[in-house]
């Protein structure tokens, strides 16, 4: 039985960010600006900057012309100027630091790793001989990522944490994120699911706070992955879900593809072969128009695992020549060794022993190379099969042997494997049951906080609706008050009116009552004579 090379995480390569600030350009204009400011800018400074730019934009087939142009014309005028200031040396050997980085991440794309590494270690010097953090940290992850694509997980470890040091002492949450992933994916594959998953959700974290929605995506992704790995397909399919719905959002197409890959797993786990190699083909077809040779090599190789359960050989053969063919190109030495063995199991049910035992014996000493005890048991197994069928019973046994050290091998590791991921699953567990008891604890007393600002909203309500009341009571009262003071003003006024009317009624009459005296007074005779004429009367009788 043909092993399943599973379609591995890629772990993330970091692009520099450049020198000079286009965000507020779509990605189009941002190429024809720049450009623009390319062909008419006569400083050298400036030419350099747009080209690290353009290298950061453009297409992946684009990045090595103009990273290799901004490198050149930093060395040209590096060498041209014997004593530059300190400004502008800084920024030319940071524009070439930043292009070494551009291209090295172009060279590992295509495939050549020799020299995506090369460029990325000269980067690295520049960076920390002009100490620019940033660009250190950016290198540091690179270089950790092409050890681990070569199979030394230690030392890209060690790089990982380097740049993750460096990240957090600048504040640098993109590249916090992009670190704690490319630990998380390795802790995986090395069979650490908690500190994997632990590293995964600090990731997630930080990217939720810069609202980083590709690397969101990505991060789903790779959490589908571990649970897929664990055969938890309700946990994964629902990861991946949430990754696909972003991915489609920003027309992520590598996101899709990668997903549309892993969502054929899915199926062929749930037995659905049709709908798995429906899933695949498309995933092949999105992988060739954005030349993912990764992802190209692992979907022939998957749609010719599918073709070769179906005993269809010839079909499965040509897909896994396909994928050896673009493993070596891109010197993944773990999938060529996959295929390799792949391609030797099609040849050998077709009946070409030769052929098969020629591609057998070279899958069983690369796999000796890299120390993977399972290849290696298939095989020998195989080249077991191969020597029988050629009737060389010496050499079938010597293979059969190896198979037989292979098998007790892999039982002792699987073993350990157990025990170690019994012992994770628990250490999981456990850690998951403290969050839970921490949150319930956090959910009961924010239950007890919300019954209590409802107190405090009722208690507002009531409060208000008490002022409310009283409010209208007091403008009734005043409206009241107000009216009544009316009448009364009203009443006073009619007083008022009635009092000057009667005023110049008593002034007429006095008016007639003097003026009758006074004609009175002149017709009647005066006092004063009536009393002289009686004197005198009386002065007469005597």
Not at 404 to 411: A, E
Not at 443 to 471: C, N, R, Y
Request: glycine residues 4%.
């Amino acid at each position: 039985m043909i092993n399943h090379n599973k379609h591995k995480i890629k772990l993330l390569m970091v692009l520099l960010t450049a020198s000079l600030n286009t965000t507020f350009f779509s990605q189009t204009t941002e190429l024809d600006s720049l450009n623009q400011i390319l062909k008419t800018s006569i400083h050298d400074s400036t030419r350099i900057n747009v080209l690290v730019s353009l290298s950061e934009i453009c297409e992946i087939n684009d990045i090595l012309s103009y990273g290799e142009a901004a490198i050149k014309l930093a060395e040209t005028n590096l060498k041209k100027i014997p004593t530059p200031s300190a400004e502008l040396k800084y920024l030319y050997l940071k524009g070439m630091a930043t292009s070494f980085n551009n291209c090295g991440y172009a060279y590992k794309i295509i495939g050549k790793t020799s020299l995506a590494l090369e460029y990325h270690l000269k980067g690295l010097k520049i960076h920390e001989e002009i100490k620019n953090e940033k660009g250190t940290a950016g290198a540091l992850l690179n270089i950790g990522n092409i050890y681990n694509d070569r199979g030394y997980n230690d030392e890209a470890l060690k790089y990982f944490r380097k740049s993750l040091e460096i990240q957090k002492r600048i504040n640098d949450k993109s590249g916090i994120g992009y670190s704690l992933l490319n630990i998380a994916v390795l802790l995986f594959h090395q069979g650490d699911i908690p500190g994997s998953l632990i590293n995964y959700h600090a990731c997630l974290k930080v990217q939720e706070e810069i609202s980083d929605s590709s690397s969101i995506a990505h991060t789903l992704k790779f959490i589908g992955e571990v649970y897929l790995d664990q055969n938890d397909l309700t946990k994964a399919v629902e990861y991946y879900t949430r990754a696909e719905t972003i991915f489609l959002r920003i027309q992520d197409k590598q996101g899709i593809s990668e997903l549309l890959a892993y969502f054929g797993q899915i199926y062929l786990l749930q037995k659905k072969v049709d709908k798995a190699l429906e899933q695949f083909n498309k995933s092949l077809q999105l992988m060739e128009s954005i030349q993912d040779f990764n992802g190209i090599a692992n979907a022939n190789n998957s749609i010719g695992l599918i073709y070769f359960n179906r005993s269809d050989y010839k079909i499965a053969l040509e897909c896994f020549k396909k994928s050896l063919e673009i493993y070596e190109k891109i010197q993944s030495k773990q999938g060529t060794a996959y295929a390799l063995i792949n391609v030797s199991k099609a040849f050998f049910q077709l009946g070409e022993t030769s052929e098969s035992l020629r591609f057998a014996e070279r899958g069983l000493k690369l796999s000796s190379e890299l120390g993977y005890p399972d290849n290696i048991k298939g095989a020998a197994d195989l080249i077991k099969h191969i020597y029988v069928k050629q009737k060389k019973p010496g050499k079938a046994l010597e293979a059969f042997d190896l198979f037989i050290r292979m098998s007790d091998r892999l039982n002792n590791e699987n073993n350990l494997k157990a025990a170690r991921k019994l012992h994770f699953k628990y250490e999981w567990e456990k850690r998951e049951a403290k969050i839970k008891s921490e949150q319930d604890k956090k959910d009961a007393l924010t239950k007890k906080e919300q019954q209590v600002q409802e107190l405090i909203k009722l208690f507002m309500i009531s409060g208000f609706a008490l002022v409310l009341l009283f409010s209208i009571i007091m403008l009734n009262r005043f409206l009241i008050i107000n009216k009544q003071k009316l009448i009364i003003e009203e009443q006073k006024t009619s007083v008022d009116l009635a009092y000057n009317q009667l005023h110049e009624k008593n002034k007429e009459i006095l008016s007639s009552i003097n003026y009758a005296l006074k004609i009175q007074n002149t017709l009647i005779t005066s006092e004063k004579y009536i009393n002289n004429s009686l004197e005198r009367l009386n002065k007469n009788d005597n």
